[in-house]
């Protein structure tokens, strides 16, 4: 592929090796056939590849630096893979963006002036696409060297193929085998290098061209009605022809219009790849500089990624620079709209459509044409700075073998970011793409699932053991779990906008917001009450779920194999208690009942916790307000004059900001009542009940000794979670009506009685009469949460167990 001129060497090489993968401009039948079987070849060697490395990698894992060896040819297989597959799927628009190339971008006809500027472009891309050619050829041509090297002197049996084969069955190393797996190697290698030169080849070459074009288009816009050069710079009273300049103007817009619409295409077709190419860069630049420096490694082995990372780098640059290069020159058509004849035109009509249409070609402009990761990110060249900055901090942490210090948290709360993972868990938490709501939908499905499998054994459970009181006793206690859990889910799936809109309020103007050292003060304060909340109900909810499983492996020691029990009660036909069915039947408990289990265990605790952390923020919110209503005069001006005009209005104005703040929480508090109320009605009803059948178990039956510690902690974690409930209620109740002794404390008795003193003195009262009314919350209305229900619901757990004790004593 060439131009209509000049040989083109950058766009002949690119064609060439896109021809040898499969992806270019067929004239013909048998080219078409020929594009197809190159396209089938490229797929098999990289089966080839990936085969030969996985398996490579299987017989030597326990190698470390052998392992990092396979990891960094594995990683670039898979580059190529990904790079190959983006193209096959787009196939249809990679041509007609080739097509579209080839008949407006790579022709001769152009004046001196746009020629020069296509002349750049094609020296930067021949500049470019050497340099990166030259380190990848010269990658390749180390992998093959270095067996050639290090076969010298050896005799047949100790000869070494470029990537190690382990087949028993044939001895590679003795002719002919070596020689054909030699080749064959080789022939592979020289494909997967090809395929990983073209893609980035051409997505330089296009951006490139793509930018050439935007400023020949500003060369045109800023020309458009001049007859040379230098008139644009000469002062004339001469009014330009405004009807011939409006129909080459339009031209301009027509031009400027199908740029934007080809970059539209050239992000559809690239944005996964160059996402691809993103997130693996950071590793494989990482791999490289760790294989080269470490202190065993062969010196062919460094030779090799020595080439190998500068290929990355100047790949790296290829594609940031040329997408930068887009992104300014397209930026830059505004300027030269600008720039252009438009203060010459005569106010006819044809004079003002030009104003406007070069008012919209103008805020067009504004908004640059980019290549992003996927819609993640934008690709400039800060991104090549991102990458290597990722790959350095990559390195360092392989260089000191931390490999489980690479999670970067920037919200350190403990209690939130567990909270969120167990939301997470359970399908109700934010999604911030198509494939983060996939997946919260399969949560939220597995959840329901779980619950709904668990209810029906349960049930079944109940149903064969009907009139054994004692195991009905706790068969219901498990059935009463799966049933608060269930009626969480459907609430807050219920109100699952308003949930995750409630999430997003907090994460935006409580978690995020910036905060002086004292308030920071009081913010770590309701953090540390969080995490000690959080940990508690944590550990002893886990301690519940694993006394499920150890219960019967203790209560099955010494016993013969007729008499062992399984975590949960299997009402079948054949002998449970004997081998194998016992061993079989244990495993699957363990693998799907245990982890149901678990799964019902995370959600009870996942709700109160979200709930005892948001009702806990608000109260850290209150005591920031109250922190800032105590302090206005002092925060305003310390040597102010009191008496004067500018320090009572800043006073004022100071004060309407924190009358706003008190707006925001109490209507925060409203939001948490609406959402929260009926969850917090069942799971008081929950605690009473489950309190008194858990106290029935402890106390009244004949439980086994083993069960008793799982039946312990099951009793903490509701008294804990209650006391969650009901202490975060008590404090929001507390704090929100403190806020009135908070302004009251204010200095508004010094403000003179001048207007604006007046208006202060009500907007103090306005905040006292709101401040009596609680903020709260309501068991659905019934009653007010505070610790006082603590102590209603002990008492109603203490009376039901006093009646399901004289209803056993009567049976």
Avoid at 18 to 44: D, N, V
Avoid at 381 to 399: D, K, N, P, Q, W
Wanted: with cysteine; aromatic share 12%; hydrophobic share 45%.
């Amino acid at each position: 592929m060439t131009t209509k001129e000049k040989p083109d060497l950058s766009i002949t090489v690119t064609s060439f090796y896109m021809k040898l993968t499969g992806f270019w401009l067929t004239s013909s039948r048998s080219e078409e056939r020929k594009m197809k079987f190159a396209i089938m070849y490229a797929i098999f060697t990289l089966i080839i590849g990936i085969l030969v490395e996985g398996r490579d990698f299987y017989f030597t894992w326990g190698d470390r630096s052998y392992g990092m060896y396979l990891a960094c040819n594995m990683l670039t297989v898979i580059v190529i893979l990904i790079k190959v597959l983006i193209s096959c799927t787009r196939k249809a628009k990679l041509l007609s963006l080739i097509q579209y190339a080839q008949t407006n971008f790579w022709h001769s006809n152009y004046d001196p002036y746009e020629q020069s500027i296509v002349d750049n472009c094609k020296h930067t891309c021949v500049l470019l696409v050497c340099v990166f050619n030259f380190f990848a050829q010269g990658t390749i041509v180390c992998y093959v060297v270095t067996p050639i090297v290090a076969n010298i002197g050896k005799n047949e049996s100790e000869r070494v193929l470029p990537f190690h084969m382990p087949v028993s069955d044939l001895p590679l190393s003795m002719t002919p085998y070596f020689e054909v797996a030699f080749a064959v190697q080789v022939a592979i290698l020289y494909q997967l290098g090809v395929m990983y030169i073209c893609f980035d080849n051409f997505l330089c070459i296009i951006n490139l061209h793509t930018a050439s074009q935007f400023r020949i288009l500003q060369y045109r816009l800023k020309n458009t009605g001049m007859i040379n050069r230098e008139e644009k710079y000469k002062i004339s009273e001469k009014k330009p022809n405004s009807t011939d300049i409006y129909s080459l103007f339009k031209n301009t817009i027509q031009q400027h219009q199908a740029l934007i619409n080809y970059c539209r295409l050239l992000e559809e077709v690239f944005s996964p790849m160059v996402l691809g190419q993103v997130l693996l860069f950071s590793l494989l630049i990482c791999l490289d500089g760790y294989l080269i420096v470490m202190e065993d490694a062969p010196g062919s082995r460094r030779l090799v990624f020595g080439f190998h990372i500068s290929g990355c780098f100047c790949q790296l640059l290829m594609f940031t620079y040329s997408c930068d290069c887009l992104i300014q020159e397209s930026t830059k058509v505004a300027h030269a709209g600008y720039g252009s004849f438009w203060p010459l035109l005569p106010l006819d009509h044809n004079g003002r459509m030009i104003r406007k249409d070069l008012l919209f070609i103008i805020m067009r402009a504004k908004v640059p044409c980019c290549l992003t990761a996927s819609g993640f990110a934008v690709v400039s060249l800060e991104t090549y700075a991102g990458i290597l900055s990722t790959a350095v901090s990559y390195f360092t942490l392989l260089r000191n073998q931390s490999t489980f210090v690479m999670r970067a948290a920037r919200n350190k709360d403990i209690s939130i970011a567990w909270t969120s993972f167990l939301l997470k868990i359970a399908g109700l938490w934010l999604a911030d793409n198509e494939d983060e709501k996939r997946h919260r939908k399969f949560a939220l499905m597995y959840t329901i699932n779980t619950i709904l499998i668990g209810t029906l054994i349960a049930f079944r459970d109940i149903y064969f053991s009907w009139g054994n009181f004692s195991d009905c006793v706790y068969i219901a206690c498990n059935i009463s779990y799966l049933a608060i859990d269930l009626f969480k889910i459907s609430v807050l799936y219920a109100h699952r906008r308003e949930f995750y809109d409630l999430i997003r309020f907090m994460q935006k103007t409580f978690w995020n917001a910036k905060y002086n050292t004292d308030e920071k003060l009081i913010l770590n304060d309701g953090k540390r009450l969080c995490v000690i909340f959080t940990i508690i109900v944590t550990f002893c909810t886990q301690g519940t779920c694993t006394g499920y499983m150890v219960t019967p492996l203790i209560a099955n020691i010494g016993r013969n194999e007729s008499e062992r029990m399984l975590p949960f009660n299997m009402w079948v036909d054949f002998p449970t208690s004997m081998s194998p069915y016992f061993e079989i039947l244990f495993t699957v408990q363990v693998r799907n009942n245990i982890l149901c289990v678990y799964h019902v265990g995370m959600c009870s605790m996942c709700f109160d916790s979200v709930l005892c952390i948001a009702n806990l923020h608000a109260v850290i919110q209150f005591r920031i307000l109250r922190h800032r209503l105590i302090n206005l005069t002092s925060d305003v001006a310390k040597d102010a004059d009191l008496e004067s005009s500018d320090y009572m209005n800043a006073v004022n104005d100071k004060l309407k900001q924190y009358v706003r703040r008190h707006q925001i929480i109490t209507e925060f508090c409203k939001e948490l009542e609406n959402i929260f109320s009926l969850i917090v009605l069942g799971q008081v009803l929950f605690i009473s009940l489950v309190l008194c059948l858990v106290g029935y178990q402890l106390f009244l039956m004949e439980t086994p000794p083993a069960r008793h510690v799982s039946l312990m902690l099951n009793m903490v974690v509701l008294l804990c979670q209650l006391y969650m409930l009901t202490y975060s209620c008590d404090l929001l109740m507390r704090q929100s009506m403190d806020v009135a002794n908070a302004v009251y404390s204010t200095q508004w008795q010094s403000m003179p009685m001048s207007i604006v003193g007046k208006n202060l003195r009500r907007n103090v009262k306005m905040i006292i009469l709101r401040s009596n009314k609680p903020c709260c919350l309501t068991t659905s209305g019934f009653s007010i949460v505070s610790l006082e229900t603590y102590t209603s619901v002990l008492s109603t757990a203490m009376s039901c167990f006093t009646l399901l004790r004289e209803s056993s004593a009567e049976l």
